[in-house]
């Protein structure tokens, strides 16, 4: 089974500054990733990074990195330089690589000030 | 044009009518999968199909049920709707290679319960 808990039900941040979203998860797989998925107000569910658990190495998408503590089952979020399109609910989540059911965590809203 | 369409985008219905929710995808994945958005919640799974003889239930599969017309067409059924049947419906694709899954989420389906 898994487990994945967001909890800051809402965050914000200035424009071109960085924020940190946290996530942390249990699993009982063996084999598995971590995602976090951004929605907008147009509620289309965008991928915004992944990160294979057996990856030692940080994922980072341009703006977009995770920092993944294993050990700690925390998968936390830091966006760079934040911009006004990044507001928009984000959601964390786990998958086991053998099959394809998500969890999601709860979702945190993050806010963007001009 | 999309790659994975959602029909119908909002829906308003009462107490104890049947209502079908539609999803197709011309990404040419096998599986298949419907999840419900509620606040505070996250996704959460109803249910999956890995290919069109193979369908399961996911965590809250309660209420609904399924039919994977084709590989390209997975539908939702409320029976009988009731109103904490209200939410954001999502259907999903993916497409498994070897330790790869990422899922592809529709549009969205707001249903509405009275």
């Known amino acids: 089974a898994q487990t994945v808990t967001q909890s800051q039900p809402e965050m914000s941040v200035q424009e071109a500054e960085t924020v940190t979203l946290s996530c942390t998860y249990d699993t009982s797989e063996s084999d598995y990733y971590l995602f976090w998925y951004k929605q907008p107000p147009s509620r289309q569910m965008i991928l915004v990074i992944r990160q294979e658990a057996y990856k030692q190495q940080n994922a980072t998408e341009n703006r977009f990195s995770v920092n993944f503590q294993k050990a700690a089952k925390s998968f936390s979020l830091k966006i760079s330089d934040s911009q006004l399109g990044d507001a928009a609910m984000y959601f964390c989540g786990t998958g086991g690589t053998s099959y394809g059911k998500l969890t999601f965590g709860q979702g945190t809203i993050l806010t963007v000030h001009p | 044009d999309a790659d994975v369409t959602q029909t119908p985008r909002n829906r308003i219905t009462k107490t104890g009518k049947r209502i079908m929710l539609e999803c197709s995808q011309t990404k040419g994945h096998d599986r298949m999968y419907w999840y419900r958005q509620d606040p505070g919640l996250g996704l959460r799974l109803i249910y999956y199909s890995f290919d069109v003889k193979d369908i399961n239930k996911g965590e809250i599969s309660d209420g609904y049920s399924v039919s994977r017309q084709a590989q390209a067409k997975f539908s939702l059924s409320l029976e009988s709707a009731i109103p904490n049947q209200t939410a954001l419906y999502f259907c999903?694709?993916?497409?498994?290679?070897?330790?790869?899954?990422?899922?592809?989420f529709g549009p969205g389906t707001r249903l509405t319960v009275l």
């Open positions: 999903a694709t993916s497409d498994f290679q070897g330790s790869t899954d990422t899922q592809y």
